[in-house]
């Protein structure tokens, strides 16, 4: 048998039961695979239960407010998968009447979508031969065929994809394409593939080498940047404020109390004296304040967090708050804010 024809097989017979499985709905192909990555299936799956049930189709998704998209994607993190979510759903619904678009080059147009998640689409719903290729089935690929062409370089993805397309069954795309990705999930995993009884082994190049963990290889050449917030959770008579966050940066769009950051870890006197420290909170009076949590981390790809949660309660309101929103303290919940922000109002 063909290595197609075996994952197949092995596909019909082990496949979890997932809510996005025997669904022919790009729209539901779509939002699965966005929210699946980065995420689990076990953390996935209730995400997209809700979402999918709020946001049943394009037009319910185009018709809501981004506070509201961003709401229901708390604490899944990687926020810019909700915001092009959002776009993309009214972009649908402008440039295609609400109708998702069957051209792969067309479906990757779409802000937000990559060769990956077009690759799903148009392959699950209508057998078109484009081959996906994530972390799981760069895996396969390497240890099947013993390859140790980096993953993360231009020319790794090239090879990948190249030899991904020459074992598809052009015919079965949807099908091989996820047989391959699920393969990879449970059968061949990260640390501990389940060699013995693999259908594949006596093709496996990995398994002949004796050490099939060596693969895939990485170049792994991105560095990881150190980042301090400390965050000042202002209150008076049961009010507190927040920011919406706006830069070119992570969580764009979703809410925290107002921020400093520092390049270095510093204590409160020394975060006292910075600029928009003082500027913020120099005519609130006198100021109560409690350190609420300190030195949290908070690792994200790319990047740890250090951050520590302050609670100043003031003596009166200074206008310079006047560019924060203010709610009442009960009302945070109702607002879309990062993971880190989530632990803290949990505490
Ligand atoms: S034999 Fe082991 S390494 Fe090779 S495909 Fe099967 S599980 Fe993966």
Redesign the pocket.
């Known amino acids: 048998m063909e290595i197609s024809d075996i994952l197949i097989d092995w596909y019909g017979k082990n496949k979890r039961d997932l809510p996005w499985r025997e669904v022919s709905d790009p729209y539901i192909i779509w939002i699965s695979e966005i929210i699946l990555q980065q995420t689990r299936v076990v953390q996935g799956k209730d995400y997209f239960l809700r979402f999918a049930e709020r946001f049943p189709d394009i037009q319910s998704l185009a018709e809501a407010h981004e506070d509201e998209v961003l709401k229901y994607w708390e604490g899944l993190g990687y926020y810019s998968r909700a915001r092009n979510l959002h776009a993309t759903a009214r972009r649908i619904m402008e440039q295609y009447g609400g109708k998702f678009p069957t051209e792969y080059k067309e479906v990757l147009s779409l802000k937000g979508i990559g060769e990956y998640t077009a690759a799903a689409i148009v392959s699950f719903v209508w057998d078109q031969p484009y081959p996906v290729v994530d972390g799981n089935v760069f895996r396969?690929l390497s240890?099947?065929f013993a390859l140790d062409t980096p993953i993360d370089t231009g020319k790794g993805k090239k090879e990948y994809t190249e030899l991904a397309t020459s074992i598809m069954n052009p015919g079965k795309a949807g099908l091989h394409n996820q047989a391959i990705m699920e393969f990879g999930a449970l059968?061949?995993t990260p640390q501990n593939?389940?060699?013995m009884f693999?259908p594949?082994?006596s093709k496996?190049m990995?398994?002949a080498s004796g050490s099939?963990l060596f693969f895939p290889v990485k170049q792994n050449k991105t560095k990881t940047r150190n980042r301090y917030f400390y965050y000042l959770h202002i209150t008076y008579r049961g009010r507190t404020w927040l920011n919406r966050r706006s830069n070119k940066d992570i969580w764009k769009s979703l809410y925290e109390f107002p921020l400093i950051e520092t390049e270095i870890p510093v204590d409160f006197i020394q975060l006292q004296e910075k600029e928009n420290f003082r500027q913020l909170l120099k005519e609130a009076g006198k100021l109560s304040i409690s350190v609420e949590l300190s030195d949290v981390k908070h690792v994200l790809s790319h990047q740890i967090l250090y951050a520590t949660f302050y609670k100043i309660e003031i003596e009166k309101i200074p206008a310079s708050l006047q560019s924060c929103i203010e709610i009442s303290n009960d009302a945070i919940n109702e607002y879309a804010v990062p993971r880190l922000l989530r632990i803290y109002l949990e505490k």
């Open positions: 396969v240890r099947l059968q061949c593939p389940n060699c693999c594949l082994q496996c990995g398994y099939p």
